[in-house]
């Protein structure tokens, strides 16, 4: 929200108010698809480099993920490896990235 000024109008003493412009900006894609384990349990938990290699193979240079971390729950934090590859773009192969976590 805009912050407001009030100050008091010279000629009649009512006051008005002045709006600070909003700047339009463009939000950038998520770069980090988050996939949750509830579903899906794996029994042990490689680790991340070891999923991040794995992913990389199954996606077949069509997309590629930088890292793999954890969340505080458990779920798997997928994060892309180029600007133009988005979480969204990485969601659209969510079944071969299952099939290459949990094989």
Known sequence: ??????????????TTRQRSA??????????????????????KKPHPDALCKAINSALDGRLAVSAVSTSRNGNLILHASSPACTAHALAAHHTLIWKSVAP
């Open 1 to 14: 929200r805009a912050r407001t000024h009030s100050r008091p109008h010279q000629h009649t003493g009512q």
């Open 22 to 43: 909003k700047p339009k900006q463009r939000t950038a894609p998520s770069t980090r698809l988050v996939m949750e384990l509830s579903a899906r349990q794996i029994a």
